[in-house]
């Protein structure tokens, strides 16, 4: 018997076919339609139903190239269920690379939204009702923000045991312990009865080779830790280290940041992580680390002014 198709908007999507289709977003004010492009990748077998998304804020560009790659990986006529994939949400911020929508609202704190609130708000409940609703899993991907840089991450409940398994499977360097913030896409989808991972890699309106290969890795096996693709042999990738805290090392004075670590690094509290001093070299504070752990977050602004954030360290569980 035939695999029932999959309705999202007004389209059903037959069991063997990759389908594009455009979700009705708004209007501008030129009379044009804005739409969100969703990728449905819908398999001939039974299996679960997996959203991924990029761009929710729209200066992170990374995952959509994380997005693109993976689809062009999988065929319907041998994949074990559904991939819904969003790669672009936040298209009006996109289109401009801006983090924001024109309302200047953060569309991940607009969570589960509502179809008469704000833009944000609209968009964040399409997508919920399009797509999140539908599926068992979710990859949230991002970057980081305000010209910071991630370390390859994955963020998500680890007192989960298949929330945690599947974190495991996607194998970035590190997974951390993160507490659900209130409108977020994670938070709304753990409401929704879905379980979500949330992948932080690289900078903003920067395409970075290995966050991005981290990115395509991890996603295909995600995909195959729930049956949807064959494993394949991976016996020599390293285990990520679960980190259960972290937290951000400030500047105490403001000038420019001569940085001594890079992202990976594992330091111990009190190691020098940088020098703040003025245009000459003169006048310097050392920047120490508050911690033993792992450097999973830098800044790339040269410029920093006191209470600036400078390193973010993870501590390793145990």
């Not at 997974?175 to 896409?185: F, I, K, N, T, W």
């Not at 379980?195 to 295909?220: N, S």
Request: charge should be negative; hydrophobic fraction near 45%; include cysteine.
């Amino acid at each position: 018997m035939a695999r029932e198709s999959f309705a999202i908007g007004s389209v059903r999507v037959r069991a063997g076919r990759s389908q594009l289709v455009e979700l009705e977003v708004a209007r501008l004010v030129t009379g044009g339609d804005v739409t969100l492009p969703v990728r449905v990748v819908h398999g001939r077998e039974d299996g679960p139903t997996v959203w991924l998304d990029a761009a929710i804020h729209g200066d992170e560009v990374i995952g959509v190239e994380v997005i693109r790659q993976v689809l062009a990986l999988l065929d319907p006529r041998t994949i074990r269920g559904t991939v819904v994939a969003v790669p672009v949400v936040n298209v009006l911020g996109f289109m401009t690379g801006d983090r924001y929508l024109p309302d200047r609202r953060d569309l991940n704190r607009s969570f589960p939204g509502s179809a008469r609130g704000s833009l944000a708000s609209r968009i964040a409940h399409l997508l919920m009702t399009e797509v999140v609703a539908k599926c068992d899993v979710g990859i949230d991907l991002h970057t980081g923000s305000d010209r910071r840089d991630n370390l390859p991450q994955i963020r998500a409940d680890l007192d989960d045991p298949e929330t945690r398994r599947l974190a495991e499977a996607f194998g970035a360097p590190v997974m951390l312990h993160a507490r659900l913030r209130d409108g977020s896409l994670r938070q709304a989808a753990r409401d929704a009865g879905a379980i979500a991972l949330l992948y932080e890699a690289g900078e903003a309106l920067r395409f970075e080779d290995e966050p991005i290969e981290v990115g395509v890795a991890g996603v295909l096996r995600v995909l195959a830790a729930l049956g949807m693709l064959d494993a394949e042999d991976d016996d020599d990738a390293e285990p990520p280290v679960a980190c259960r805290t972290s937290g951000w090392v400030r500047s105490r004075g403001s000038g420019i940041l001569h940085l001594e670590v890079d992202l990976g690094d594992q330091v111990e509290a009190g190691a020098r992580l940088g020098r703040v001093a003025d245009a000459f070299g003169t006048g310097g504070r050392i920047v120490r680390a508050d911690r033993d752990g792992i450097v999973v977050g830098l800044t790339r602004a040269p410029i920093v002014h006191a209470g600036d954030a400078v390193a973010h360290i993870a501590v390793p569980e145990g």
